[in-house]
């Protein structure tokens, strides 16, 4: 009676023994990476491992499987048959551990735990920041942060790898989310400190569109808002360089290459004694804010839910500190405030 006890109890649970020998949870991480990326190359740079380790954990799971689990189109791979069913069951078994990993964190509480966050490119000056100042409040605590584009944050978030994502505007086509708003991002326009605008009060947008200007890349949220207030004055910016990066651009300004808007969280470390100058510019600064965001109906661990509360908390801080850099956000800051004050006021006196 007991060995068919036992026999109908092993019967009902399917334990893939010949996979558990034979494959490891590192081959299957880069294998789910590569077909993921749709590159060897993107995979080794995400896993922080060499090509060759990469193409070695390939060849060792393709011997496990006993089937070819890629083949090559030019300079391309493309996962086979088996290959899809295999990434198919690898996203399926990461999100289970995934759900397990937040619940056992949950079940111990805040004393240790593991953050995942993508952020957009801008976004790494910002981050940092607000995630060193939790880290100093929970020591136990876990961090992993990406930082990549626009395109591959929205990517990522549909494939639900991370926690928490911080973007420059909440996606509004491409996936449903809730999105709060956790810090100002001003855009500003940025020169040497030599060029003979610096100083100069309310410079006309017009001025501005006849000097060499350096513009981010097609897709990028700065290039399309710095176009917008172009556009609506009727001017088009002098452009003399496309740069796909921020510090680029920062280093381009510097070497007299021409002027660019940029976030004023690119100037946080070096602040006011910097290299480059804020110019005072009629429409900007562009005022815009950071979200963090999450998929709608995702829920939260413990340790996810309260970064949220307490990035939203620590967003009075930020913008001290973006007014020491420069001390005219402080009173741009204030203006809504005035405004509403003196709408009160009328109010008041109607009555």
Known sequence: MGL???TSYTSAVAVPDYLIRHATLRQLQVFEAIVRLGSFTRAAEELFLTQPTVSMQIRKLNDA?????????GRNVKPTEA?????????????IMANLETKIADLKGMKCGRL???VISTAKYLAPEILGEFSRLYPGIEFSLKVSNRERIIERMHANEDDLYIMGQAPEDEIEVDAFPIAPNPLVVLAPKSHPLVAKKKIPLSKLAKEPFIIREPGSGMRDATLRVFNAAGLRPNVRM??????AIKHAVVGGLGLSVLSLHTLTLEGAEGPVAILDVEHFPIMRQWYIVYPKGKEL???????LEFAISNEPQI??????????LKTLFQEPKKSTARKKKRKTAKK
């Open 4 to 6: 068919s006890d036992d």
């Open 65 to 73: 499987m006993g089937l070819p689990l890629f083949e090559h189109v």
């Open 83 to 95: 290959g899809l069913e295999l990434y198919e069951a690898c996203r399926r078994m990461f999100e």
């Open 116 to 118: 995942r966050m993508a």
């Open 242 to 247: 496309e740069l796909g990066s921020n510090e």
């Open 301 to 307: 661990s413990l340790v996810a839910r309260t970064f």
């Open 319 to 328: 913008r001290e500190r973006m007014g020491k850099i420069w001390p005219r």
